[in-house]
């Protein structure tokens, strides 16, 4: 009974992703077949998407290995075949982050320009999904800032530094067309916007503040276990809920140990930008749907994360040239 696509509705989800399911539903019935439809479509779009982008900061060998890990990724196919908007996250990111870098590179105005509005069309349209979304601007603008300033830290006297300020501007602009009815929502009614995070959120549920008296424990020593726990999500420690459930991390021993040793390479040439996209993208999400979420490591929190897991595990492949 639905009508209003641009406001909340059960556990504080936007509305709009109903509507892709019941056109999935009307296309091929009313079942479980149409229910899951719209994800299978959205996981199956991420895998040429995250081909484009790890070709543009990589190259071919890296795009053709990141692409085939996903298509192959068991925590990605199985959350391309529910019915939930989380696997809506990881397309969008892929989608946003490409459009910004391509704008990063290019050197003509009017093509930088068009590439940054239509990533703040796509980072705009994200917020009809699933929460995790809603890190993407942070991430972007934190990346492009890191961009800019080891730019002309390069090239302190080069005239072809990036000017980004219009396209910035445009960005911004594209970014409330697209998200502007669903954050209108979200600034009218901040208590339905928000009351998933203030269900699971350990400081704004409360959980935080009470649990050093139930434990005995410090507040820094919680924050320690928690950041852990959510930091060995893909290579420690089990799902702990019912949305996957697998007996096992994340990854596998072998990708695991493929993860670490690509994540200690990016770490050490955290200066080139396509390290630190990827460095950026991976522990943003582990502390903020992570260690600052109850009950971590929660695999439906950390779905976003997947794509950045794709190319860090194998970075260490890579030669150590710089992009910049």
């Known amino acids: 009974e639905l009508r209003n696509p641009f406001r909340t509705a059960y556990v504080s989800m936007p509305t709009l992703f109903y509507w892709p399911l019941s056109w999935a539903m009307r296309l091929v019935g009313d079942g479980v077949a149409g229910l899951r439809l719209p994800a299978a479509v959205v996981g199956t779009a991420t895998v040429p998407a995250l081909y484009l982008l790890a070709r543009q900061l990589w190259g071919r060998r890296m795009a053709v290995l990141s692409a085939a890990f996903l298509a192959t990724y ?39 320009t068009c590439y940054f509005i239509l990533a703040g069309l796509v980072m705009g349209l994200s917020a009809y999904f699933y929460t995790g979304a809603r890190l993407l601007p942070f991430l972007v603008l934190a990346y492009v800032a890191f961009a800019v300033v080891v730019k002309r830290m390069q090239e302190p006297r080069s005239e072809k530094n990036l000017a980004l300020g219009p396209p910035l501007v445009m960005f911004c602009l594209a970014f409330l067309v697209a998200g502007g009815p669903i954050l209108g929502f979200a600034l009218s009614h901040p208590d339905d916007w928000n009351a998933r995070l203030n269900q699971v959120g350990i400081i704004q549920s409360g959980w935080l503040a009470r649990e050093p008296a139930l434990t005995g424990k410090s507040m820094v020593q919680i924050l320690a276990e928690q950041f852990l726990k959510a930091s060995g999500a893909f290579h420690v420690f089990p799902d702990r809920t019912v949305w996957y459930g697998a007996d096992r991390p994340l990854l596998g021993f072998l990708p695991g140990a493929f993860a670490v040793l690509g994540m200690a390479w990016a770490g050490l040439r955290w200066r080139e930008r396509r390290n630190c996209l990827v460095l950026l993208w991976f522990w943003a999400v582990i502390i903020t749907a992570g260690m600052l979420t109850e009950s971590p490591p929660s695999s439906q929190r950390l779905v976003i994360a997947i794509p950045a897991v794709a190319p860090v595990s194998y970075t260490h492949l890579m030669l150590p040239t710089n992009i910049i």
């Open 74 to 112: 068991d925590y990605h196919i199985h959350y391309s075949r529910l019915g939930a908007n989380n696997i809506w996250d990881p397309l969008f990111a892929v989608l946003t982050l490409w459009l910004v870098e391509l704008g990063l590179v290019s050197t003509v105005e009017k093509k930088r």
